[in-house]
């Protein structure tokens, strides 16, 4: 066991998978939390991993989906959050998603119970001393302005900022399923699931049209000394989509593909509400991409216009949080750490990689990257062919062409296969037996199981070449 600590900033899930690398390298972990002591505006516990938007970790289809990609990845490098995910999944058709409160505890159950794991309930209000020659910053979208103004003072800029909405959450009982059914799109069954999974809520023309008037016109919380912020487009406020035209939602979060109402089968859906199943005992689901900044009494009623939720109770209504994130290719090196500052990480969300499993990951691969350097090891990069180097190369810069670019197009970013480096000539092949043409989406199909194949291989010579007691048996 290596005795000089690592100290890791914040107990999110970044900085939670961070510490568990660091710790199952053999070396102590000092978590600093400032949950506890201190809260943040969309915190409500102050348990690790607290998975504070959606319960969904969204796609686990490893073959065809990026985000199911970086599932399979931190699955083999032993990742505590996936561990914990799996434990405390719901269904969710093809998505994993979990009980939030089980997820967290089993997170923070972990951590505390690890040897080599100190969690000290506290706020860090700079950056590391000198005396923590290694560290991690996992602080995470919702960073303490204290500790906020010690990164921009040291890197010479301001933090970017997005926002990021919240979904309510509605009891089930509440739901009138006379009028509502399950099913998941297509009767998809997924991970845990049975091809029934979501709640459906039918919307005939009429009564979208309403829907449509009643949210544009609604009441919405305005945010003045953040004006100019720009949305995440992957998390924008359901309001804001239906001002972007009237047809957005029934093409987005509202589609009616892939769903037959059960009580009236021959009566095709204008559009669909799906509620998806937020906790292990099925008495709470929430909104699928029913993210909102409506004031909470324009929520309730504009909310049980919806078919089935016309008393329907919430447990939880949505909202909005500011996120910072740093401009990280031109701050940090592919290794994550601060330019001006060796030794010092980030990780996260505050990185510039928007999801919960992306986070997560980066916060992996951090932990493994200090936890070499303190163990005089070389750094090793995942490749660029896997999730986890795709991923990274576009945090810190691999897509940039010069560093007046990067100031300007820099934002947040999902995993997705636009990261990926293109297949080698020749790498894409047809099934034995295959005559002609592709036929339809044969090619794309093809084409995404040829690079997660890709990665799954990279990432297991990744793994088990990098000296880690980590890697897949």
């Not at 996120?323 to 990480?345: F, H, I, M």
């Amino acid at each position: 066991m290596n005795t000089r600590p690592i100290h890791v900033i914040g107990g999110g899930l970044a900085g939670s998978e961070a510490a568990w690398q660091i710790a199952d390298r053999g070396i102590p972990v000092i978590l600093h939390e400032m949950r506890g002591v201190r809260g943040t505006d969309a915190h409500k516990t102050d348990g690790l991993a607290e998975l504070v938007c959606s319960n969904s970790f969204r796609s686990d289809d490893s073959e065809q989906n990026a985000v199911g990609l970086i599932h399979a990845e931190m699955r083999m490098a032993g990742s505590l959050i996936m561990r914990s995910a799996d434990s405390h999944q719901v269904p969710a058709g093809g998505a994993l998603a979990v009980d939030r409160d089980g997820f967290s505890d089993a997170v923070t159950a972990a951590i505390a119970a690890h040897p080599l794991i100190e969690v000290r309930r506290e706020e860090i209000t700079g950056l590391p001393p000198a005396d923590w020659d290694i560290a991690i910053i996992a602080t995470g979208p919702l960073t303490a302005p204290a500790l906020a103004n010690a990164i921009a003072r040291e890197t010479g800029t301001d933090a970017l900022a997005f926002f990021d909405a919240i979904a309510p959450i509605v009891h089930f009982d509440t739901i009138d399923m006379d009028v509502a059914w399950f099913q998941s799109r297509y009767d998809k069954p997924g991970p845990g699931g049975t091809g029934k999974d979501y709640v459906n809520c039918p919307m005939n023309r009429d009564q979208y049209e309403a829907f449509i008037d009643a949210l544009i016109a609604g009441d919405k919380t305005e945010f003045k000394e953040w004006e100019g912020t720009p949305y995440f487009d992957g998390c924008l406020p359901i309001e804001i989509m239906a001002e972007r035209g009237r047809e957005t939602l029934r093409h987005g979060p509202m589609k009616p593909m892939g769903l037959t109402n059960a009580h009236k089968p021959d009566e095709k859906p204008h559009a669909v509400v799906q509620l998806r199943q937020d906790n292990a005992l099925g008495t709470l689901y929430n909104m699928v991409g029913f993210q909102t900044k409506l004031r909470y009494g324009a929520q309730t009623d504009i909310f049980r216009l919806i078919p089935g939720l016309e008393n329907a109770e919430f447990a939880r209504l949505g909202g909005l949080h500011r996120n910072t994130y740093l401009n990280s290719p031109v701050l940090l090196g592919e290794d994550l750490q601060l330019k001006s500052r060796p030794g010092l990480r980030f990780a996260g969300q505050i990185t510039g990689c928007e999801g919960y499993v992306e986070s997560a990951a980066i916060g992996l691969l951090a932990g493994r990257f200090a936890a070499a350097e303190r163990l005089g090891e070389p750094v090793s990069l995942p490749p660029k062919t896997t999730a986890f180097g795709a991923l990274l190369n576009h945090i810190t810069g691999g897509h940039i062409v010069s560093q007046d670019e990067a100031k300007r197009s820099f934002q947040p970013m999902n995993v997705n296969f636009g990261l990926f480096p293109p297949l080698e000539d020749g790498a894409l092949k047809k099934p034995e037996g295959h005559q002609g043409r592709w036929r339809g989406k044969e090619k794309t199909i093809a084409k995404k199981r040829a690079v997660t194949q890709r990665a799954k291989d990279d990432v297991a010579k990744w793994l088990s070449s990098a000296h880690s007691t980590l890697a897949a048996e």
